[in-house]
């Protein structure tokens, strides 16, 4: 809706039916309570009677928008908003220098920018001013996380407000207002209904555009789900590849599975694909998952994981998806295990610490007589060949002392490996202490 039509409250007669219901106080925003309601910050504000600087950061169809006129609306502001997606420096002027004359005839200015992220940092520095200066009471809309799209001198400067992605209740409500307004009900069936809402994905501007085309619908007709789906094409959920979205369902995906839990990995997974994610990411993550979380717990893990990605390599979608699917149930119900992750860790930190010391002489290699002259090779034991199939010989440096690595806590396959570790080390001091009698004897 243009800036005249919205400044002025007059609608063409073809006004979208999201821009006809839009709430006219902030009584009548729903879904977001917890900043509106009573007790709630934004509330607070309100009836103190001065406005502060804000970001509002939510998805789309929830409200952005609409909160910052209404707030200017109550607060007695003159509300002035610009886009970040079509304006560049020259209108950012503009409307300073609108705010500095009104402010010098007493008149307080909100200033809305939608998009505020696509400000680039130093169009993001250039606010800085005029808000610390009271110029304007700055209002942003963002779908991105401000952590990492905002300049932290204006995040300072502004307190940020998470909208809620809109629930089915709300979402409900919406819809009976659009047939309050159109005197006229939905051509749906309750289940139909149902799956509307799921269309939506949380979405109010989306709900409202959708219901427009369901009213235009003959008045005898009504749809089931099928037939929904026949009317309306599916959107896609929203999902951004490569911002905080993405990584926010992968790290869902990866502690699902390490938290044992098939089902919400199985969602995850799902949720993923369906936002367009490359499945071969996802394969490459499963198999980290492998020798992460895994390990030494279920050493057919690694294989499983290997081999979906190899399947969805030969398969491609839909087909090979299931194959992703059967390596993340596998490895959510797997044991888990950290030991060799963080054996390994502590290793690099030891072989780093301990630079280039060599091995001890009886396991270097000796390919020729002057190595074998300087000793090396010299008394190695050949494990498999000595009666207990363990020589407990000294594999590390001479000149450092022996270190334990590796902890494994005994869960699945680890059990057997922890006995076999506990076993070979009461040997080896055994054998250890047998040496050091005939050492002594000599």
Known sequence: MSDLFEASGILPPDAPLADRLRPRTLDEVVGQDHLLGAGGPIRRMIEAGRLGSMILWGPPGTGKTTIARLLAQAAGYEYQSISAVFSGVADLKKAFEAARMRRAAGQSTLLFVDEIHRFNRAQQDGFLPFVEAGVVTLVGATTENPSFELNGALLSRSQVYVLKRLDDAALDQ?????????????????????????????????????????????????????????????RAPAYDKSREEHYNLISALHKSVRGSDPDAALYWLARMLNGGEDPLYLARRIVRMAVEDIGEADPLSILVANAAKDTYDFLGSPEGELALAQAVVHLATAPKSVGVYEAFKAAKKAAYETGS???????????????????????????????????????????????????????????????????WAEMRARLAKEATVDGAGD
């Not at 109010?204 to 929904?228: C, H, I, K, N």
């Open 174 to 234: 919406l819809l009976a207002r659009a047939e309050a307004h159109l005197e006229k009900a939905l051509p749906l069936a309750p289940e139909a209904r149902q799956a509307m809402l799921a269309l939506a994905d949380g979405d109010g501007r989306y709900l409202l555009t959708m219901s427009e085309v369901l009213f235009d619908l003959p008045a005898a007709e009504v749809l089931d789900v099928q037939g929904l789906a026949g009317v309306l094409q599916r």
């Open 357 to 423: 010391l060599m091995p001890p002489a009886h396991i270097r290699n000796a390919p020729t007589k002057l190595m074998k002259s300087l000793g090396y090779g010299k008394g190695y034991q050949y494990d498999p060949d000595t009666p207990e199939g363990f020589s407990g010989a000294n594999f590390f440096p001479d000149e450092m002392e022996r270190r334990t690595f590796y902890k494994p806590k005994g869960e699945g396959h680890e059990e057997k490996v922890k006995a076999r570790l506990e076993r």
